[in-house]
């Protein structure tokens, strides 16, 4: 069996509401002040809670919809615009050589939150892939999320 110590996970399962917990941020932003970096009209732009990589950001349409096509031309165009800001912003933080951009729209396509549209914006390095993500399914992040945060919000606004 394997185990992997992860305290800083209680508060999240112990807060959560078992409703949509991207409609929850913004009912209760203070719940997520640590991982809020920037809101917009339509949309709004969150660290993951549970990162791929250092820096993996999530662009979220403030409506709850599960698919592009529901959004507003507005809404849609609103969300590429933060993504592609978000790429130019961990470029500057991070130094990827390269990015995961997308959506899983619905289950069936891996969408952990399937009831919620946002697009994923995921920082990569050649080799972050390494023994231990592919043999032992866990993947080592060498920044906390709060100074994640920290530096991605402070780019965000020299941008």
Same mark, same amino acid.
């Given at each position: ?72 031309? +507005? %809404?849609? @165009? &609103? ?6 800001? /978000? ?55 060498? +920044? %906390?999320? @709060? &100074? ?6 402070? /780019?965000?606004?020299?941008?």
């Amino acid at each position: 069996m394997k185990r992997l110590w992860a305290p800083w996970r209680m508060k999240y399962i112990q807060s959560h509401s078992h409703g949509c917990v991207f409609c929850d941020v913004q009912k209760h932003p203070e719940q997520a002040q640590e991982l809020m970096v920037f809101r917009a009209q339509h949309a709004f732009v969150i660290l993951n809670l549970y990162p791929y990589t250092s820096g993996h950001l999530l662009v979220v349409a403030n409506r709850h919809f599960a698919t592009l096509e529901d959004l507003q031309a +507005e %809404e849609r @165009a &609103e969300m590429m615009e933060l993504a592609t800001k /978000a790429m130019r912003v961990l470029r500057q933080v991070y130094r990827p050589e390269a990015f995961n951009l997308g959506a899983n729209i619905g289950k069936a396509a891996g969408a952990g939150i399937a009831g919620h549209v946002h697009l994923h914006v995921v920082p990569r390095w050649g080799g972050d892939a390494n023994f231990l993500s592919t043999v032992a399914e866990t993947r080592v992040l060498p +920044e %906390e999320l @709060a &100074e994640t945060c920290r530096r991605v919000r402070l /780019a965000w606004g020299e941008e």
